[in-house]
């Protein structure tokens, strides 16, 4: 496994779960949230803007929110989101440098140029049973509609920033319904893939 | 195995060669062109017009054709490729009662209700290379137009009596990608997700 891999995934289908046994197997780096914190440490913005920001596009930004511009900011300075995604954009370039490791969300696919691109989903009752068994402090009757806002914002943000369908299976190059099979049965689906890679 | 798998395939990607492996793999029956002579056998229509309209939809039909109507069709008449696709879809459920098997094309993935359904697709330089390679008796220079013509046919027909996306990840439990594993590599993939399945 020479290349970095990337994952894409509907919220609640297991694509971080995916990645980190995938890269436990494949004995190499996991980055996620992770990518948060060395971003805002590679750029001059705070953490916290990176949490507020992440995976979302400018036109999902409150125009009265103060992080939107700073005080002095004129219509050429470039919205906050733009700056988070830059940065990131910076360190998963950089991480991929340094070696194979596995990547979640933020465009790498589209960012990189020579990764392994994975996309993982699942149907949505699937998905609500996986999310409603894990501790995440969200009520049951309102987890639906938690994970059809995060996959909205998800989709806008890739597509805002790629110009590319999320989810459309040829932007991938191994599409895994995790409904099916569990975590467990996609992780050797892409096992298997990635044995025979030229 | 107890349940059918299906198919769906970009042109030149290796759709057929994957069933043909996995259907001998899984020791389970095999379905693609077949299933033209079992429709015509099991309806009115001759084998011809199967040959005619199978996978086509009949927006794209010449009206002057004979074959659009009988003689004395009314505005009531069913389409011919309408009449086909039923067809196909009659034998396609009588195939499924039968027991697992593996059926290439056909909108089978929507024709059934419980099968597990696989989309199989590549860039067009490795469909270029996969199909050139073959004895297919088209020239190098139109291979490309070719490609690119039945794809369309196959993706107007499969959006036209799904009412489905083609090529959409969620459609399916697993995308494979051919060109950078090959259809070996995508049959490991496959036959790894199928093992783990509930």
């Given at each position: 496994m020479e290349r970095v891999i990337t994952i894409s995934r509907e919220f609640g289908s297991g694509g971080r779960e995916l990645g980190v046994k995938l890269a436990k197997s494949l004995g190499i780096p996991f980055y996620d949230k992770e990518l948060i914190a060395m971003a805002a440490e590679e750029s001059d913005l705070s953490e916290e803007d990176f949490l507020h920001y992440d995976e979302r596009i400018p036109a999902m930004q409150d125009p009265m929110d103060r992080h939107l511009?700073?005080?002095?900011?004129?219509?050429?300075?470039?919205?906050?989101?733009?700056?988070?995604?830059?940065?990131?954009?910076?360190?998963?370039?950089?991480l991929a440098e340094q070696g194979p490791c596995v990547i979640v969300g933020r465009c790498a696919d589209m960012v990189l140029e020579d990764s392994v691109n994975l996309f993982i989903y699942a149907k949505m009752k699937d998905r609500l049973n996986r999310m409603n068994a894990l501790d995440t402090g969200i009520a049951p009757e309102?987890?639906?509609?938690?994970?059809?806002?995060?996959d909205r914002k998800r989709k806008d943000y890739y597509q805002y920033y790629t110009g590319n369908e999320w989810g459309k299976a040829q932007n991938y190059h191994l599409c895994v319904?995790?409904?099916?099979?569990g975590v467990e049965g996609c992780l050797k689906a892409v096992l298997a893939y990635l044995e025979l890679m030229k």
């Open positions: 511009y700073t005080p002095f900011s004129s219509i050429y300075e470039v919205p906050m989101s733009d700056q988070i995604f830059l940065a990131q954009s910076r360190v998963i370039r950089k309102m987890m639906e509609t938690q994970i059809r806002d995060i319904e995790s409904g099916l099979v």
